[in-house]
């Protein structure tokens, strides 16, 4: 089983649309998670923390269940600008105290369309 | 404040040659990390750096993959010899803290490796 797993994707949607990525993790020692994006041919690129209260950033909602190991992204009201793949990321418990490394999914990639 | 650089940005090599990648992080970044993207994937850790030293390099196929960062501030990678597997973006990332479970990385452009 891969250590993070995502919708596989592509999801090709409408302009306003609204549009839900899962993610699912194996390893129940991860600590913090993640949205980053990703442009074609760019670096990835924060998008958000997940919390495990939920938390949302204008369009975007993340949310974080710890009991079944489940991460979301819901974007609201799609734009074009939106198009673009989204990677879900965890941070593995890192007893030395230094930063536990990122482990990214494969992405999901999201077509938004006018 | 300028980003994480790298280069070069593109580099096609032929199969058992050598390659080298640079990046210099943001002024200041204490901890380095090269990432390895193969097309269709996340990318894959490599190597940690937290100033000159090495944190975490499990992941680094150390047959072939080296890399170094003699003064805590700017990395070299190099793959000797190279194979076709290791077509792929080569990303270089920073963060600030020296310590701390979690903190922004900032990912350079990467660089595009073609491996014929």
């Known amino acids: 089983r891969k250590e993070v797993e995502q919708d596989p994707g592509p999801f090709n949607v409408p302009e306003g649309a609204t549009v839900a990525f899962n993610c699912t993790y194996s390893?129940?020692?991860?600590?913090?998670f993640f949205w980053y994006r990703q442009d074609c041919r760019k670096e990835p690129k924060l998008l958000m923390s997940v919390y495990s209260s939920g938390n949302e950033d204008g369009r975007f909602t993340a949310q974080l269940n710890r009991a079944s190991q489940y991460i979301s992204l819901l974007i609201r009201d799609s734009k074009l600008s939106d198009s673009a793949t989204y990677l879900c990321?965890?941070?593995?418990?890192?007893?030395?105290?230094?930063?536990?490394?990122?482990?990214f999914g494969k992405g999901t990639k999201l077509s938004v369309k006018p | 404040e300028a980003g994480v650089a790298q280069s070069p940005r593109y580099k096609i090599i032929e199969k058992r040659q050598s390659v080298a990648f640079w990046c210099n992080p943001i002024?200041?970044?204490?901890?380095l990390y090269w990432y390895q993207q193969i097309l269709g994937q996340g990318p894959k850790l490599l190597i940690q750096f937290q100033n000159n030293g090495v944190v975490d390099d499990s992941q680094l196929p150390k047959d072939r993959f080296s890399a170094e960062r003699l003064k805590g501030v700017d990395s070299t990678l190099k793959i000797q010899p190279a194979k076709l597997e290791d077509s792929a973006v080569y990303l270089c990332?920073?963060?600030?803290?020296?310590?701390?479970?979690?903190?922004?990385?900032?990912f350079g452009p990467g660089t595009r490796l073609t491996v014929l």
């Open positions: 990321v965890v941070i593995l418990r890192n007893y030395g105290g230094s930063q536990g490394n990122l482990i």
């Open positions: 390893n129940s020692a991860s600590q913090s």
């Open positions: 002024s200041g970044h204490a901890t």
């Open positions: 990332a920073s963060s600030f803290r020296a310590s701390g479970l979690t903190d922004t990385q900032y």
